[in-house]
């Protein structure tokens, strides 16, 4: 059945004015109406749809305050990886950040865009054609969750972009939160209730966007500040950053309206200091600012280290402190046998959550902050994160107090506890016969960044330890269903999945294996760098020490972790079990070490904005060709690639008779082409 024609256009009409309002109260907090002419509007419209419910659409306004429930949320591949950001947490940090960004692109002075950093829940919101199809939480950074009818129960958030030259597909990055009026109103109503309160907004947030029924989302007044784009296309991306926050407000999308462009490193400390000083003044929490590179080019050249942007940092605030008196101290052995002294103490609400232990590092942190149990202490959540033990109150020391002593046995295993001089932690002799190193050695190995076997968590690895049916990582490869079926927990099924698991686990990457070994310092960036460098495994276990050093960003102390790991035949012959059980990687292709289009062995420095390819990418090629890319112009560099806008490396180039060439001849030297091509 049809609606009657004046009913349809009136619909129209109401849903359009409403958005508008609904744009004009959320996003620009300029409204035009009184709330009582929108509640009518609104009224109007809910009573139309109901004697027509053939104009039902998902996307009216009066279907945001709820919708039906879900038992569960779909998993969402980001299209464009929601990466985290590096923390600074000193002024020092932040100029050490803005020297390398200034180094690498060879600049005198960058412009930031600066924004408060909001203490809520990473999202991204895409847009089909204007229209909102999905909205998804951030997860690891590579899959999220499915939150749309959550998501769409936010007020502030556009179900259709307003205007009509947006991108056919446009992912809006931004943060959920709760303002601090709405997270007060939420624990006031709880409590009347009897029900659970939230810790902070934050938490509070996370709560809300996560229930399984949208309509406890709608009554949990959330809101949203968008702060960058994901994936785009039929769309000519702005050069600069604040030119797409700017874009995005024009689309509807709200942004933090203290959001600022400011002027080299000076201008962000200022600006730093000025957010921090009205940071109880806002309506929402914030715990630092986040500083951005504005030119969208640069941000290109930069490029990424690891999971984060080169550039971006978010300077934090400082954490809050309380203080709490030291009841004991205990030595906690992790997967690589190190001796983590955490003391615990009274408990004490630091920070928005309850804190009862607290990391003292290593014994030369204890002996420096000459802590003693009984003490009276002051703690802090550090970046408002990890809880740790500040400074030691002395005038309040009791007498008797005692002093922490290293264990001379593993409190785990009994093995002889070894400090080697000049080192600050204190190590645990076991090794494999460890079962605390074992276990976070397995643990590690399985885990999403390494090997990624879903279904094999902290609890079953322990049981499987206790059997002794696992001792390894290649043991692991060896279980059955049957056997696993008979733990605690598990059934046919989670035993069929797990199995599954193992299996399509052993095809990985090479980097990934690496680091899911769990070399001493060998974090994920070092493991790619690794894989890059040597392209297999053999060759980089057969590497001297000296050709392990040549690797960009590895040091003698890590190059010596590698070169003993490997020199270990314990642990060549679980590689060799691994690899006997399936355990397998593509080949990373490398350039040819000799013939034309070859830089083997060069040392190259690139500079200036070249017209055919990024920095970042001009990089890459010459690594890719035998060459090793560095940052500075020295005697030791054999090349310098200059494009337009060169800067002080071309002329300091000069000055040392370093070979200079221009992006046709570098494109020839990686038989691209070039003069004469």
């Known amino acids: 059945m049809t609606a009657p024609r004046e009913a349809t256009k009136r619909a129209r009409e109401l849903r359009e004015q409403i958005e508008h309002h609904n744009y004009r109260y959320y996003v620009l907090d300029d409204p035009e109406v009184a709330d009582a002419q929108f509640d009518a509007l609104m009224q109007e419209l809910q009573q139309l749809e109901a004697r027509h419910p053939e104009l039902a659409d998902a996307d009216s306004p009066t279907q945001r305050v709820g919708g039906q429930a879900s038992r569960e949320f779909r998993a969402v591949v980001h299209a464009v990886p929601m990466l985290s950001l590096e923390n600074a947490f000193a002024e020092q940090d932040i100029l050490d950040f803005d020297r390398r960004a200034r180094e690498r692109l060879d600049v005198e002075r960058i412009v930031y865009s600066a924004e408060p950093k909001i203490d809520g829940l990473a999202i991204t919101l895409r847009y089909e054609r204007g229209r909102l199809v999905q909205a998804a939480t951030r997860g690891d950074g590579t899959r999220g969750e ?71 989302t709608a009554q949990r007044s959330l809101d949203l500040f968008f702060y960058g784009m994901g994936a785009i296309e039929g769309w000519t991306v702005p050069p600069r950053h604040s030119a797409v926050l700017a874009a995005l407000r024009d689309f509807g999308l709200r942004t933090c309206p203290e959001i600022a462009v400011v002027d080299g490193v000076v201008g962000c400390l200022e600006y730093y200091a000025r957010i921090g000083g009205k940071r109880n003044a806002l309506a929402y ?45 205990k030595f906690y052995v992790g997967r690589t046998g190190a001796l983590t ?8 609400f630091v920070g928005g959550v309850t804190v009862s232990n ?64 000049g080192e600050a932690v204190a190590r645990c002799s076991g090794q494999l016969v460890c079962p605390a190193q ?109 050709a392990i050093q040549q690797v960009r960003d590895v040091g003698p102390v890590v190059a010596g972790h590698v070169r003993e790991f490997f020199d270990e035949e314990r642990n060549r012959k679980v590689v060799a079990q691994l690899r006997a059980a399936g355990v397998a990687w593509p080949r990373i292709k490398r350039a040819a070490t000799a013939g034309p289009g070859s830089m083997a062995g060069k040392v190259v420095v690139i500079t ?32 310098l690639v200059v494009g337009a806008e060169a800067g002080s490396k071309l002329k300091k180039a000069q000055d040392l008779g370093v070979m200079v060439v221009d992006e046709p001849s570098f494109l020839q030297m990686l038989g691209r082409g070039g003069p004469g091509a």
């Open 438 to 546: 074992r276990l976070g050695a397995l643990f590690h190995f399985a885990s999403r960044r390494a090997m990624d076997i879903d279904g094999l968590g902290e609890r079953l690895i322990a049981q499987l330890i206790e059997s002794g049916r696992v001792a390894t990582p290649a043991d692991l490869y060896t279980l059955t269903i049957e056997e696993l079926a008979g733990l605690d927990r598990m059934g046919p099924k989670s035993a069929a999945n797990l199995v599954a698991a193992l299996e399509q686990s052993k095809q990985t990457t090479l980097s990934r294996f690496l680091y899911a070994l769990g070399i001493r310092d060998v974090g994920e960036a070092t493991a790619l760098a690794l894989a890059e460098h040597f392209g297999d495994l053999d060759t980089l276990v057969d590497a001297s020490l000296e």
């Open 146 to 216: 499915d939150v749309t009818p959550n998501v769409r129960a936010i007020r502030s958030v556009p179900v259709q972009l307003r205007g009509k030259r947006w991108p056919a597909v446009l992912e809006a990055r931004g943060e959920v939160f709760m303002t601090r009026k709405s997270f007060e109103g939420l624990n006031k109503r709880g409590l009347e209730r009897g029900e659970k309160t939230f810790a902070n907004p934050r938490n509070a947030a996370a709560g809300s966007l996560r229930q399984h029924d949208p309509s406890i």
């Open 608 to 639: 200036g904005t070249l017209a055919s390819m990024s920095r970042e990418e001009a990089r890459e090629a010459a690594r890719a060709a035998g060459a090793t890319v560095t940052d500075s112009v020295s005697k030791k560099t054999s090349l």
């Open 285 to 329: 929490e914030i715990d630092g600012v986040v500083y951005k590179v504005d030119r969208l080019d640069w941000q290109r050249d930069l490029g990424f280290v690891a999971r984060a942007p080169r550039w971006a940092v978010a300077h934090k605030f400082p954490a809050q402190e309380q203080t709490t008196t030291v009841r004991e101290v």
């Open 358 to 421: 607290v990391t003292l590092h290593n014994m030369d942190e204890v002996a420096r902050k000459d802590v003693r149990v009984g003490d009276t202490v002051v703690v802090r959540r550090a970046g408002d994160v990890i809880p740790e033990l500040v400074r030691v109150v002395p005038e309040k020391r009791v007498p008797g107090a005692r002093e922490v002593r290293l264990p001379r046995q593993c409190p785990v295993c009994g093995s002889h506890v070894d400090r080697t001089e």
């Open 341 to 348: 002294p955490v003391a615990h103490v009274e408990p004490v």
